[in-house]
């Protein structure tokens, strides 16, 4: 009854959608969605290594007869889906590496991939879920291409590597696509993309307009003390001890100098090393981590203060400490008015009390990268298994991160409205 009426609405709102009728297409393509998301989780690939992932994608939208170009940024896979219509074009991006993270759940498709990270070798996990993200673009470039006569204008398919980061010394990313022009040729009007969450149940999304998701930074402190041996720390330098100074330092520029009520900040050190051996006081340490911020001046003044406190604590100890700090990326800004224009299309799929307006996130997204150059929107789309309790869930990058596979037809669903809502709009 609730759904006739829901359907009813559908088409008084005239979105290309309903009226063309390609629900049926879309509820039809649930189980080869669900069955590429199982392969592409089992198989999964580390930034900037996405070799057989690439080709999987590549195959798949040479088989749909969409114009396919790969190699771009490493290991990406751009598809070009022109439309019987003329009009404007559109990208949809998925991103597709996974993590080095070993997979700790007991699944029929589990992931026993294992592989070399930065001379480690580590366990392999799709942990933040881009195995969804690739699923459901095949599913809606599938939708799509086989609907192609109802297609206003272009469609840009971008499967985008190395999200979560290339290895240090390598370019990727989103970044890299946009350089090697992946949003010319031809030019991309507007980006929509989305991000599965572990913690969002399955049957809603969530978006905000502006800035949602924080710019990332990754930085390196190097510290630079004098060798002894670990019983007579007096004749050295310890650039251990200094480490930890500068850890608890940096908390307080967070906790004393950031204006927290404005926005959010973070500053994680993820990664200590120095030392070979228990009885040797090293000649140097190292801290690795990462910022996140989400406004720019906050991020101004947050780079410069590390700088000045990592140096004097190093100073006042006797050491040297400098602080590298990368560009990283930036601030996942969804732009206002095609944000607006947008939510129709996702209120449509979800329903009206599924789609909703949440805070900002203190996570990052590449995806910045392309919205730096075009307008737009990236939102939250619910991977919570509908029958786990309120406090069951599995955070992102983690062993035990799972999302549900009921999660990924809405996707499919919000994808293609969005992009052919986008192109019917004048
Ligand atoms: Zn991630
Ligand atoms: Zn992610």
Known sequence: MKKILALALCSASLSMYAQHGLEKDIAAIESKVIEWRHDIH????????????????????????????????????????????????????????????????????KSEVKSDYLGQEVGVMHACGHDTHIAILMGTAEILAKNKDKIRGTVKFIFQPAEEGAPPGEEGGA??????????NPKVDAIYGLHIGSYLPVGQIAYKPRGAMAAAQRFVVSIKGK?????????????????????????????REMELTKEAAVITVGKISGGVRNNIIPESAELV?????????????????????????????RAEATVDIAKGTLITYNDPALTEASIGSLKEVAGDENVNLVNATTGAEDFSFYQKEVPGF????????????????YPHHTPDFKIDDSG???????????????????
């Open 289 to 317: 981590g990462t910022i996140r911020t989400l406004d720019y001046d906050m991020q101004e003044k947050l780079n410069a203060r590390m700088k000045e406190m990592a140096a004097n604590i190093a100073k006042a100890y």
């Open 227 to 255: 060798q002894s041996h670990g019983s007579a720390p007096w004749s050295g330098v310890d650039p251990i001890y200094v480490a930890a100074k500068i850890i608890d330092g940096f908390q307080s520029i967070i906790s």
């Open 42 to 109: 089992q198989n999964p690939e580390l930034s900037n290594r996405e070799f057989k992932t690439a080709e999987k994608i590549a195959e798949h939208l040479e088989s749909l007869g969409i114009e396919v170009q790969t190699g771009v940024a490493h290991t990406g896979v751009v598809g070009i889906l022109k439309g019987n219509k003329p009009g404007k074009v559109v990208a949809l991006r998925a991103d597709i590496d996974a993590l080095p993270v070993t997979e700790r759940n007991d699944l029929p498709f």
């Open 175 to 184: 970044e890299l696509m946009v350089k090697e022009g992946v949003l010319d």
């Open 378 to 393: 990236f939102f939250i789309l619910g991977g919570k298994d509908p029958n786990a309790g309120p406090d069951e869930h």
């Open 408 to 426: 990924m037809l809405l996707g499919v669903k919000a994808m293609t409205n969005i992009a052919l809502d986008f192109l019917d709009r004048k």
